[in-house]
């Protein structure tokens, strides 16, 4: 089944700034799914972004697809503590189930 | 406030127990599914449920059995053959199978 592989493992940054993470994938997909988990807890659905779409936005997010290169970045504007979390890439295909990668562990430092 | 709930948030078992973690969603979801998380890890899909009275095997179903009586419910029973259950255990929903999955906020198992 599909899998999605989150770069990078981890990423520390000021508050303030912008983080980008990004998501591998290997065969075609009908769409991909992004959530955050935060320590301890369930996870959350961000976004999820249709092969036929290029990006997407919501809020301070934004997701881009570039299914040539099977790939896909979330970008988090003007970040704050509270993004703090582990994000995960979730690429689906036809029939398959989702299959979520180790994610990006993101800390946002006050 | 319609949402999907796991309980106990902690559980232990004794050696050759076996434990049953449950989850319940009022969420109108027809897909549940469960999944384990080791530490620093993603999630491992054990089982998922398309429809009431049927379910499918996930990755690593070995020593996991599940059951959908109810469209609500789908308990997940971590039997004795399941020889490294110490994990944290996800439960989620969705309305379709390729539709965002709602999350619980996990079962966390150790052993005694």
């Known amino acids: 089944s599909q899998q999605g592989e989150e770069d990078p493992q981890a990423l520390s940054i000021q508050e303030g700034e912008n983080a980008t993470m990004n998501c591998s994938y290997k065969?075609?997909?009908?769409?991909l799914q992004w959530y955050r988990q935060n320590s301890g807890r369930g996870l959350v659905h961000l976004i999820l972004i249709r092969s036929n779409e290029r990006e997407k936005h919501s809020g301070r997010l934004r997701v881009t697809l570039d299914t040539s290169k099977k790939s896909s970045s979330l970008l988090i504007t003007a970040s704050r503590a509270a993004d703090t979390a582990s994000y995960f890439c979730?690429?689906?295909?036809?029939?398959?189930?989702?299959?979520f990668g180790k994610g990006t562990k993101l800390t946002v430092n006050p | 406030d319609g949402g999907i709930t796991q309980s106990p948030k902690y559980l232990f078992r004794k050696e050759g127990q076996n434990v049953t973690l449950s989850c319940e969603q009022n969420l109108n979801h027809d897909a549940m599914y469960w999944y384990r998380q080791d530490p620093g890890q993603g999630l491992r899909l054990i089982y998922y449920?398309?429809?009431?009275?049927?379910?499918q095997k996930g990755d690593i179903a070995e020593g996991y059995s599940v059951s959908r009586e109810k469209k609500e419910s789908f308990p997940l029973t971590v039997t004795s053959a399941q020889k490294n259950p110490t994990a944290f255990y996800l439960c989620a929903s969705s309305f379709a199978r390729k539709q965002p999955q709602h999350f619980g906020d996990g079962t966390r198992l150790s052993i005694l």
């Open positions: 065969t075609s997909i009908n769409n």
């Open positions: 979730g690429p689906q295909g036809g029939s398959e189930k989702l299959v």
């Open positions: 449920s398309q429809i009431v009275n049927d379910f």
